[in-house]
């Protein structure tokens, strides 16, 4: 079984903190994601990764970066949090190629306070 | 960019009926790939059924299957006996074919809530 995980369900940090989340996959899938989830948006992609020390903005980049120095896992770093960040974050994964399914994780509900 | 709508934000069901959940879509491209996706309460993502666009018979999971119209832009999922574990969020997602480049990057709609009511 494909396994995404995450390394906190729940999170809670100040404005200015900044934030690491990290998501490890164990089926040597080539490509890595990251979204946030907010009511009435869906899923928005933040970064992706398709290989090693490689990533590619998504569609809502701002005020985030990342991180993949191994295959295996895929950070999300907020460098200086804010209130607006306060959102659920799904990190997933996938092999490389068409149409193949992505594996998600758990989620960590962030909140910025 | 592509779009995906789901303009039902919340639909229920009696256990055992069938209940079609709708999602358009808007795209420039001929060939790309369709997803549903749901998520269960507190449960992680999970593959529902695909289909990718090219081919004109429509896809079915068991009791999922889905109603593409290429034309339309519309990919509904149609679920069949309802059953109390279909309960979660539904997503409809889009995936193109740039040849080689799109690294399997969805662009999800705004998800539905589905609740089956025993």
């Known amino acids: 079984d494909v396994k995404v995980t995450q390394s906190s369900r729940y999170l809670v940090k100040r404005t200015g903190e900044k934030v690491f989340l990290e998501c490890v996959q164990d089926m040597d899938h080539e490509n890595m994601f990251w979204y946030r989830q907010d009511p009435g948006l869906g899923l928005r992609l933040i970064y992706f990764?398709?290989?090693?020390?490689?990533?590619e903005k998504g569609d809502i980049p701002e005020g985030y970066s990342v991180s993949r120095e191994k295959k295996e896992r895929f950070s999300l770093i907020l460098e200086s949090a804010s209130t607006n960040q306060t959102s659920m974050y799904l990190c997933?994964?996938?092999?490389?190629?068409?149409?193949?399914?992505?594996?998600f994780g758990p989620g960590t509900r962030l909140t910025v306070t | 960019a592509q779009t995906v709508t789901q303009s039902q934000p919340e639909m229920s069901v009696q256990e055992a009926e069938t209940v079609t959940l709708s999602c358009t879509y808007d795209?420039?491209?001929?060939?790309?790939?369709l997803f549903w996706y749901k998520q269960p309460p507190s449960r992680q993502m999970i593959l529902v059924i695909r289909?990718?666009?090219?081919?004109?018979q429509n896809a079915t999971e068991n009791r999922f299957s889905v109603n593409f119209q290429k034309a339309a832009k519309s990919f509904s999922l149609k679920i069949s006996d309802s059953q109390l574990g279909d309960t979660a969020m539904y997503f409809c997602a889009f995936m193109s074919y740039l040849g080689g480049t799109s690294y399997g990057k969805l662009t999800f709609g705004q998800g539905t809530i589905l609740t089956v009511h025993p």
């Open positions: 289909q990718e666009a090219y081919k004109q």
């Open positions: 990764s398709y290989d090693v020390k490689m990533k």
């Open positions: 997933a994964s996938s092999l490389q190629g068409y149409m193949n399914e992505q594996y």
């Open positions: 795209t420039s491209e001929s060939n790309y790939y």
